[in-house]
DNA sequence: TTTTGTGTAAACATAACGTTAACATGGAAG
DNA sequence: CTTCCATGTTAACGTTATGTTTACACAAAA
C-alpha cells in the first residue's frame, strides 16, 4: 500500500496555480516539484524520473504540447503518467492533447479538488494493472514488475521465493516479520514446511545480494534494514 | 496485436446519445453495446464482459454511480474501465464519480470527438502497448504494420503467433510476462491451450531470431532484454 | 552445562521449462 | 476436390533450477 510517496511535476508559467496546486497534491502525499517553463520541464523530468507530469499548454520555452512529444519519445518516459492543463476550452485541443499522448486533460479555471480526484483516479488505474511497486531503500531497488533486484546498478537474479521473500521484508523496512508471517504471506496458509525451509532462502537471499541488510531477531523473526 | 475488437458498454436512458455515440465509437472500430438503465447494464455487463463501460449518471433503475459500486465490487470487473457521463456540471458530482472507481467522466453536452478521444486515451493507458507502433530495440526492429523484424537489416519472417509473441514482450523491454499474461494478450481469454504451447512458440522465436535476447524467469514467465 | 534457536552445507525431491517429434488444421496450389 | 505446406498444438521425455529436508555446528540464553 504505501511503499514509497509517488512524484508529480508540475509545469506552469503562472506562480499562483503553481502554488495552489502544490499545496493540495502536497497534502494528498505526493512529493511535488514544480518547473516553470518547457524547458526546465524536460530538465527536472529527466533528472526526477517522475511518476506523474502535470504540464500547462501554453508556457514559455517550450509548449505543453512539445514537452509532452519531448518526452514520449524517450523510452524511459513511455509509462509516465501526463496530465494537461489549459486555459483553452475548445475541444480541437483537447482532441490533439490526448493524441499527443497525455493521459488526461483538465481545463482551466482548476478546481484543485476536482485535480486531486484525477491524479487518484490515474494512479489507481495504473497500480491496479502494475501489480506491485519498486521499491527503493538505499541503493538497493525491488522491481516486482521486471522480476529485478539492483545494487549500486548491478542486477541480480532471484529465485521465485527468494524474490518474494525479500520484496515481503523490505516492504516495510525496519518491521519485524514472525517466522509465521513469512510463512503465510510467501508460502501461503494451506502449506506445511519444515522449520529450516525459511533459513535457508534467508541464507541465499543474503548470500546473493552480498549485502548485509536482513537482521535475525532471535525467537521472534527477521526484518530488512538499511 | 488485433486480438479482438473491444467491447464497450454504454448505458443512457436517451435514446438520442445512445444512437449518436454508438455511431462515432463503432467508427473507430469497437463493438458497441447498449443499455437503457442502470439495471439492464449490469445484466448486459455481466454477459457481455466489455472492456468499458461508459454510464450515465442519471439514469432510471440505479444511476451510473451505483451500477459503477455494484461492478466494482466483483472481481471481473476490477479492471474494466468507466466513464461517467453527466449533465451535471457541478464538481461535487465529479469528485464523487471518481472516487467511486471511475476512470474518466465526461460532462454534457458531449462532444463526440471528445469522448472518442478520451476513449481512445484511457486505451492507450491500460494496453500501453502503443498499438501498431515499431518498435525498435537496438538493432532489432519489429513492425506491426509490414509484419517484419529486422535483425542489423536482414529481414526474417515469423509465424503469427510467434510476431505477436514477440511483439509483447518486446512492447515493454525487462518487463516480465506472466504465462498467464502472455496467454490471454496472445492467445485471447477464451482458449484454451496446453502447458507446452507458450514454451515452443518462445522456442521458435528465439530460434528464428538468432539472437538471445528473450530470458526465461522461472516460475514467473518471460522477458525481452538487449 | 544444558537448552533453545539459528546458520550452513549437502542431499534429495520436484516443479518448471526445453526439446523433439508427431498430430491437427486451414488455406493455397494444383 | 485433392494435395501440399505452413502453422499451431499436444504429448513424451530429458534437463535444470528451485524448493525442501536432513544433519550438524555454533552461539546465546537459561
Known sequence: MEGKAKKILIADDEPDILEIISY??????????????????IERARILQPELIIL????????????CQIL?????FQDTLIIFLTALNDEA?????????AD???????????????????????NSKETGK??????????????????????????????ELLYLLASRPGRVFLRNEILSQVWGNDVIVGDRTIDVHIRKVRQKLGVDCITTVKGVGYKFEL
Open 134 to 163: 519498486t521499491i527503493e531503500i538505499g541503493n538497493i531497488t525491488i522491481d516486482p514488475v521486471k522480476f529485478l533486484v539492483t545494487i549500486d546498478g548491478n542486477e541480480l537474479v532471484l529465485a521465485k521465493k527468494e524474490f
Open 24 to 41: 493540495n497534491l502536497g497534502k494528498e502525499g505526493y512529493d511535488v516539484y514544480t518547473a516553470k517553463d518547457g524547458n526546465e520541464a
Open 93 to 101: 485541443s483537447e482532441i490533439k492533447g490526448l493524441e499527443t499522448g
Open 104 to 126: 488526461d486533460y483538465v481545463s482551466k479555471p482548476i478546481s484543485p479538488k476536482v485535480l486531486v480526484s484525477r491524479v487518484n483516479a490515474l494512479f489507481r488505474r495504473v
Open 72 to 76: 514520449r519519445s524517450q523510452p524511459s
Open 56 to 67: 500547462d499548454i501554453m508556457m514559455p520555452r517550450k509548449t505543453g504540447v512539445e514537452v
